[in-house]
Every structure is written in C-alpha cells, then in structure tokens.
C-alpha cells in the first residue's frame, strides 16, 4: 500500500500567492527528498532533508522536515509561472525511495 | 551521454508479448532503481541494484516482471506475457550510492502500451 502521502493533489493559484504542499509517512523516514516533475518531463532532484527538524532553503523555496521524521513540507513563496509542475516528495525506508503521490501546480498569471 | 538513458522511449506490444526495456544509468553510478509511473501518480518502486546485485525486488508487480544488471551498468526490465494492466511510463533512475548524497538522476522514460 502507499506509504507517503501527499496534500492536496492539486493546487491552483495566482501568481505571486504562496504555495505548500505536505508529505506525510506512516514510518520513520531515514530521510526524504523532494523532486519537481515538469508536464511531459521527469522527476528532477530539488533537495534532500536528513536531520530531525531540518530546515533548508532555496531561493523561494523553503524545506522542512518534521520531528519524527514522519512529515515534511515544502513551501513557495511569491509563485512564478515558471514554479508550475508537479512537486513528489520520495521518503527513504529500508534502502529504498517511496514517492507520494505528488501535488500538481498550476500558476495563474 | 551526460544523463541516465532509456530505450526505446515508445513501446506498443500485443497482450501476451515479451518486452524488454534497457536502461544505461550515469557512468559511475552505483544504485540503479526501476520505478513505475502511471499518469497522475507518483513513480512506484519497483526493484533496485548496487552494482550487479539486485538489493530489493519486493516492487516487482508479480513473477512475469523480472530485472537485471550483470555486468553493474546497463540494466534491462523485463515483462514477459504482457497485459493491458502492464500499460505504463517505466522511469529508471541512478545515483552514486553513498549514503548522504541519495540524489536520484531519472531518465525520460519509456513509455509502454499493450493492446
């Protein structure tokens, strides 16, 4: 069964609103990584969280990963249209990368 | 090539034909991964490999799904005696392996219809 969920699954929103998207795990995750996957592209490698409480940032995107290591958020600020596509979140459990179910993004100039 | 390369890119099968789709991970790499993606989902695990060793086929769907990497570079999926349910984008990933740099690098895919 699916082990990492995501919410929602899909998010409208004007240009230049904020954005967030949650992944959550039913098991401990060893860490987890979030990828962005364009329309008709594949997934690309955004960042990867490790850390209890971990918080990283890029440019306007901010990472969190949650006490337990069970959550994690990610966060855009001020969406661009260039921001559009769809955000997975992969949980690492037992050597291997369990995806959610992604949020799908889509910016309204 | 730069990137993770997977052949063919289209594929369009006979229910009850064998398919085998190739993947040539980034030289260097030493995990490589076989991931599902239907439209609108996330990619689903499949099997894995360090090397030539496959580490975990629990993905595996059922028994006509089976994967290799004998020589600890290209890997090839294998569908045998497929079904309409087979119908899939099929992604291959690789990554170095060291346990604190897990960044997976996809290829384009290759995209399965059986009819």
């Given at each position: 069964?699916?082990q990492?969920?995501?919410?929602?699954?899909?998010?409208?929103?004007?240009?230049?609103?904020?954005?967030?998207?949650?992944?959550?795990?039913?098991?401990?995750?060893?860490?987890?990584?979030?990828?962005?996957?364009?329309?008709?592209?594949?997934?690309?490698?955004?960042?990867?969280?490790?850390?209890?409480?971990?918080?990283?940032?890029?440019?306007?995107?901010?990472?969190?990963?949650?006490?337990?290591?069970?959550?994690?958020?990610?966060?855009?600020?001020?969406?661009?249209?260039?921001?559009?596509?769809?955000?997975?979140?992969?949980?690492?459990?037992?050597?291997q990368f369990y995806f959610?179910?992604?949020?799908?993004?889509?910016?309204?100039? | 090539?730069?990137?993770?390369?997977?052949?063919?890119?289209?594929?369009?099968?006979?229910?009850?034909?064998?398919?085998?789709?190739?993947?040539?991970?980034?030289?260097?790499?030493?995990?490589?991964y076989w991931y599902r993606?239907?439209?609108?989902?996330?990619p689903e695990f499949l099997t894995y490999?360090?090397?030539?060793?496959q580490q975990d086929k629990s993905g595996l769907p059922n028994?006509?799904f089976?994967a290799?990497?004998?020589?600890?570079?290209?890997?090839?999926l294998?569908?045998?005696?497929?079904?309409?349910?087979?119908?899939?984008?099929?992604?291959?990933?690789?990554?170095?392996?060291?346990?604190?740099?897990?960044?997976?690098?996809?290829?384009?895919?290759?995209?399965?219809?059986?009819?």
């Amino acid at each position: 069964g699916q082990q990492v969920m995501q919410i929602p699954q899909y998010q409208h929103v004007q240009e230049g609103e904020d954005f967030t998207t949650y992944c959550n795990s039913s098991t401990t995750l060893s860490n987890i990584q979030w990828y962005k996957q364009r329309p008709g592209g594949h997934p690309v490698f955004l960042i990867q969280l490790v850390k209890s409480g971990e918080v990283k940032k890029q440019k306007r995107l901010t990472f969190q990963f949650g006490e337990a290591k069970k959550n994690s958020s990610l966060h855009i600020t001020a969406t661009q249209t260039t921001d559009v596509g769809t955000y997975f979140c992969a949980g690492k459990i037992s050597n291997q990368f369990y995806f959610g179910t992604g949020t799908s993004l889509t910016v309204i100039p | 090539g730069a990137g993770v390369s997977q052949s063919p890119r289209y594929k369009v099968t006979k229910r009850g034909q064998d398919v085998a789709l190739r993947c040539d991970p980034i030289s260097g790499h030493v995990s490589l991964y076989w991931y599902r993606q239907a439209l609108g989902q996330g990619p689903e695990f499949l099997t894995y490999f360090n090397y030539e060793a496959q580490q975990d086929k629990s993905g595996l769907p059922n028994d006509r799904f089976s994967a290799e990497r004998p020589e600890g570079s290209i890997s090839t999926l294998t569908i045998q005696r497929t079904e309409q349910r087979d119908s899939a984008m099929y992604r291959c990933a690789s990554s170095l392996g060291r346990p604190n740099t897990g960044e997976l690098f996809f290829g384009e895919g290759s995209r399965l219809t059986v009819l």
